[in-house]
T-cell receptor
Framework: DTEVTQTPKHLVMGMTNKKSLKCEQH?????MYWYKQKAKKPPELMFV???????INESVPSRFSPECPNSSLLNLHLHALQPEDSALYLC??????????????FGPGTRLTVT | TQLLEQSPQFLSIQEGENLTVYCNSS?????LQWYRQEPGEGPVLLVT?????EVKKLKRLTFQFGDARKDSSLHITAAQTGDTGLYLC???????????FGPGTSLSVIP
């Protein structure tokens, strides 16, 4: 099973709303990632969790708040977003972060629209 | 400056034709991955290459890692409409402690 699931599939929110994106994997992977992707561009790394601890924050604005409740779950809490934050948000996981264990498996993404 | 470059940026070909996509860098990577992404979906891992000079085949797709581990190519034989998508290469640079993505090659296979 190499499946990463993400909910919701689509999300429309106003600039004053608070919402959360969820990601789950049951592959026993110990690293999980959030990426943001604009149309026809590569994914941009936002956050990395390794063994449930935040390892990398790519200078992401504080209106995005990640959370890793356990080794299988990853959340991204959204608050006071801007229209330019509209994008496809991808979650990924990897067995670890060394050598070939760094192979990342992506979820289908959440299409976020901020109005 | 992009750490990983891909060429061509866009490619439109007829079904049945062959094509090659390139991923180049001036830096050495400890491993390199190729992904295919369809619109509105997440990238799907196709292959990981680790050893310089390594060649891997996945049905009609052939992947090669350069001897110096600075570049890679993806060759598709007899392209099909199902090959349409964004092809991304991604390299692991140990000193960066993260995977670096190339800008992608958008492939359109026309019936």
């Amino acid at each position: 099973d190499t499946e990463v699931t993400q909910t919701p599939k689509h999300l429309v929110m106003g600039m004053t709303n608070k919402k959360s994106l969820k990601c789950e994997q049951h592959m026993g992977h110990r690293a999980m990632y959030w990426y943001k992707q604009k149309a026809k561009k590569p994914p941009e790394l936002m956050f990395v969790y390794s063994y449930e601890k935040l390892s990398i924050n790519e200078s992401v604005p504080s209106r995005f708040s990640p959370e890793c409740p356990n080794s299988s779950l990853l959340n991204l809490h959204l608050h006071a977003l801007q229209p330019e934050d509209s994008a496809l948000y991808l979650c990924a996981s990897s067995q670890d972060r060394t050598g070939t264990l760094y192979e990342q498996y992506f979820g289908p993404g959440t299409r976020l629209t901020v109005t | 400056t992009q750490l990983l470059e891909q060429s061509p940026q866009f490619l439109s070909i007829q079904e049945g034709e062959n094509l090659t996509v390139y991923c180049n860098s001036s830096s050495v990577f400890s491993s390199l991955q190729w992904y295919r992404q369809e619109p509105g979906e997440g990238p799907v891992l196709l292959v990981t290459v680790v050893t310089g000079g390594e060649v891997k085949k996945l049905k009609r797709l052939t992947f090669q890692f350069g001897d110096a581990r600075k570049d890679s190519s993806l060759h598709i034989t007899a392209a099909q409409t199902g090959d349409t998508g964004l092809y991304l290469c991604a390299g692991l640079k140990t000193s960066y402690d993260k995977v670096i993505f190339g800008p992608g090659t958008s492939l359109s296979v026309i019936p």
